[in-house]
């Protein structure tokens, strides 16, 4: 019996750590919605007792296809369905051209930059989607027409700020283990902690653009470390950036070495990390937003930081207040 109660208590212990159980403070809605998702991304696993007189019990455990092995440094193809919340943005009406990517982040809303939204707006969101040049690559990509987008009410162009956006679909995302969204993260990464890029962006300045999922790890830079790599390598624009990085609203991201980076193509995509507790389940704290150029020395990326932008964000796709 008492190594059936210890079991039970490490069974609950995994169990409150795959849920995110509340511990009595206030969660932002989005943190609730991220709980709602890791239920769907979970099944019913039941443990038998060590007795007779013990009853069996029920407890949810992760289920998904991701990659588990520890992701290697450097940009490389993805694993199929290794980031299911990645969208692609389709435009033009009868043959898509591919310019952006995104976000899935509910079963109607996809989180991209502002700046693919111009002119030429995207008319279509695929999801599920590995290889964009063929359907024989064991994906089953799903196309959702866009019913609206919103751009936030501060972005101003030329200016690089509050570079994000939202795309309504005009119908509601059916979840499967290869389309699910991400989570939205609360609080921003730290200087030199590791986060994951993905798209289909260009794998070199010069080169052409890749059908292919790509994902990249590399760090976060510090905040000083890029506010003067920008002032001092990099022709700061006074329309672009009049107040140079501002780092309240902008992450710096990138190996300084030049090796590893975003670039063109990969424009709104996500830079994620993956949750301690449960590898299912990636959090958004990114949106590739814009860089001098890709893998150059002393060049990193800027990405849109999320978690400022979470009240708009929640505001719109959950209606809080």
């Known amino acids: 019996m008492k190594l059936f109660a210890c079991t039970l208590l490490l069974l609950s212990a995994a169990l409150c750590a795959l849920s995110g159980v509340a511990d009595g403070t206030t969660q932002r809605i989005s943190e609730q919605k991220c709980q709602e998702f890791l239920e769907r991304v979970s099944r ?73 939204i111009g002119q030429d707006r995207p008319r279509v969101v695929r999801l ?17 027409r866009v019913q609206s987008v919103i751009v936030h009410p501060d972005y101003s162009p030329p200016s690089k700020y509050n570079d994000v956006a939202l795309i309504r679909l005009a119908n509601d995302v059916r979840f499967t283990q290869k389309i699910r969204p991400a989570c939205l993260n609360t609080e921003s990464p730290y200087g030199g902690s590791m986060v994951i890029a993905s798209g289909w962006g260009k794998v070199g300045f010069t080169e052409s653009q890749s059908p292919k999922l790509l994902k990249v790890a590399f760090p976060v830079v510090r905040e000083q470390v890029c506010t003067d790599l920008w002032a001092n390598t990099v022709k700061v624009s006074t329309a672009t950036l009049p107040r140079g990085i501002d780092h309240e609203i902008m992450i710096c991201a990138g190996q300084l070495d030049g090796e590893k980076d ?15 507790n449960n590898t299912c389940i990636s959090y958004v704290v990114g949106i590739t937003s814009f860089g001098r150029y890709c893998g150059f020395r002393n060049s990193p990326g800027i990405y849109t930081r999320v978690a400022s932008f979470l009240p708009w964000i929640e505001r719109i796709v959950w209606g809080a207040r």
């Open 44 to 116: 019913p696993l039941t443990f038998l007792p060590l007795t007779a007189e013990g009853t069996p019990v029920v407890v949810k455990v992760s289920d998904c296809e991701v990659n588990n092995v520890q992701l290697i440094v450097g940009g490389e193809e993805a694993k199929l369905g290794e980031f299911p919340y990645m969208a692609a943005l389709g435009y033009g009406e009868s043959e898509p051209e591919w310019k952006c990517g995104g976000s899935l982040i509910s079963e109607r809303y996809v989180l991209t930059a502002a700046h693919c």
């Open 128 to 144: 599920g989607e590995h290889d964009l040049s063929t359907s024989d690559d064991g994906a089953s990509p799903v196309d959702y």
């Open 262 to 276: 975003t670039c063109l193509g990969d424009s709104g995509g996500p830079l994620t990390v993956r949750s301690v």
